[in-house]
Every structure is written in C-alpha cells, then in structure tokens.
C-alpha cells in the first residue's frame, strides 16, 4: 500500500525527513549544488589502453562518467530516494538519462538517452547499451517515445491539448499518471547527466524540477589543464569539473559529500569501472572515501 509503479514507499522514516516535504513540498526549492574535479591522468591511459585494439565505437569520459554515476547509485541507496507528494520513495531501479544531439547545428533535433542499469553490469555494458542506443537515436527522422507524444500533443488543437496537458500534470503530480507517458522521460530516471564540454561549454549547474522524480542532475564540463594541490604544492594536469544538482531533502550534507568521493574514485581509478555495479568496495578503498 502507498507503493507506485516505479518505487517503493518508504514508510519508516525519521521524523525530520517526514516533516520536511511538508515544510518545503516543491524539489526546486530544495536544489543544492556541488562542484569538484576529476584528475584525468589515470583515466586517459585507461581509455588509451580500452581504444587500443581500436574498436567500432570508442570508450570516452562521458561513458565512464555515467559507469561511475551508476555504480555510486547503486553503492549509496539513499541516492536512490526521490519525494513525490509529500512522500518519500525509493526507486525499484538505477537509471540514468541524458539528451542526444542528432546534428551539431542551431536546428539539429534532440533526442532522449535512456539507461536502465543492472545490478551485473560494468563500463563494457554501458559502452555498448550507449552504442546500441547511438545507432538508432542518430538516425535521421527518429523521434523517441516521449518527443513523438509532445509532439502531437503540440499539433493538436490547443483547446484541446491544454486542459489534457493540465490533467496530465495533475495526475503525474498525484503518482496517477500511466507508466507509458513517462518511460522514456528523463526526469523519471535516478540522475539525468549532460557532457556541456561536448558543445564547447564550461561546467555550471541545472536546475532540478518538479514534473517527475529525478533527484539528481550531473554536467561535465570541457576537459582542460587544471590545478590539483597536493602538499603545499600545485601542480596543472589534465582535468575535468563536474557539477552536481540534488534534492537536499534526500540525504544530508555528509552523505552526499562521501557519495562525491566514491564517484571521485571510481573515476582517478578506472580499472574499478570493470568490476560490477552493485560490488561493495574493499575496505582499504573505503578508507580511502572516510579519510577527510
């Protein structure tokens, strides 16, 4: 009872996480906002070695990014919690989503990426889940699911579409709304991700909203020579900043700071992408994310 078609209810919770979605019910007014770097070194010699026997589509950042958002997900269950009308929930699944530019040009379509990660799966699933996906989005005159709907809702009458729009918010806003209008919608996935460094942008961050479920949202910026200090010394190596949006109702400050570390170490040490998603990590890994 109280469960929904994606998620389930979280009945026990502690009395400050019940009284907060009362308190402040809307997911952007609760947005809190990270940033940190990525040291890349040991990340480019391992997609130098992936890409060595030079496959048809190469591993990049971006693939192992989304591994590591994944797999973090997976380790670190209270990411998996999203608030939906007041309520707390966790999701039956990991998930991640992000938008597919068709063509690099001012009227290039957009189309919707969407992840659905197992608990068995490493950075080779997702390569090639990427792929797979790659090959049938880039495809000209391919919509997806949730375009093709907006778009003929968009062609519709408006007297019409309007007052069905409205009661399709109203009953998404309710938990009501039929799974098929929102199965390829991102923000009903774990984390929504976007590679700004591919179109040229710096890293910033993007707002949450409060259509759908999506506590998380992740930009990558471009990939420079950034400062990493070390022992009173400073040194430039390739790097990368990343941005990070959550719903601080989810978790606290603390959790979501040893969640960065883990993310921070899937990444400075890729070989861990190999292993599957949900592997807990050694204790002397642990460490390495509890030491300040």
């Known amino acids: 009872m109280g469960d929904r078609f994606d998620a389930t209810y979280l009945k ?40 060595a026997d030079n496959p048809e589509y190469k591993y990049n950042m971006f693939q192992c990014v989304v591994t590591a958002a994944l797999k973090t997900i997976f ?14 929930y966790r999701r039956n699944e990991v998930s991640a989503a992000f938008t597919v530019k068709q063509e690099f040009a001012d009227n290039g379509g ?11 799966w490493t950075i080779d699933d997702v390569h090639n889940e990427i792929h797979r996906q790659l090959l049938k989005l880039k495809k000209k005159g391919y919509t997806d699911e949730s375009t093709s ?11 019409i579409t309007r007052p069905l729009i409205g009661g399709i918010c109203r009953l998404e806003k309710k938990g009501l709304i039929p799974p098929a ?25 993007h707002h949450l909203t409060n259509w759908g479920t999506t506590s998380m949202f992740l930009l990558i910026g471009t990939i420079g020579r950034l400062p990493f200090y070390e022992n009173d010394t400073v040194t430039f190596r390739d790097g990368v900043e990343i941005g990070f949006t959550v719903d601080e109702r ?40 509890t030491a300040k």
């Not at 209008?181 to 961050?205: F, K, M, Q, R």
């Open 12 to 51: 026990d919770v502690d009395s400050m996480h019940f009284i907060m979605p009362f308190m402040y019910p809307d997911r952007c007014d609760n947005q809190a906002f990270f940033t940190f770097k990525i040291d890349l070194t040991n990340l480019n010699a391992y997609l130098a070695k992936k890409n």
């Open 75 to 88: 380790l670190r269950s209270k990411l998996s919690i999203f608030i939906h009308n007041r309520k707390m």
């Open 181 to 205: 209008l929102v199965e390829t919608d991102p923000y009903h996935s774990s984390i929504v991700l976007a590679n700004l460094g591919s179109i040229g942008l710096p890293n910033g961050y």
């Open 149 to 159: 709907i907006m778009d003929k809702l968009n062609k519709a009458p408006k007297w």
């Open 110 to 120: 957009e189309v919707l990426a969407f992840l659905h990660a197992k608990p068995e």
């Open 250 to 289: 989810i978790a606290d400050g603390f959790y979501f700071a040893r969640s960065i570390k883990m993310l921070q170490l899937f990444l400075e040490q890729p070989e861990l992408l190999e292993r599957p998603m949900n592997e807990k990590l050694s204790d002397e890994l642990w460490q390495k994310i």
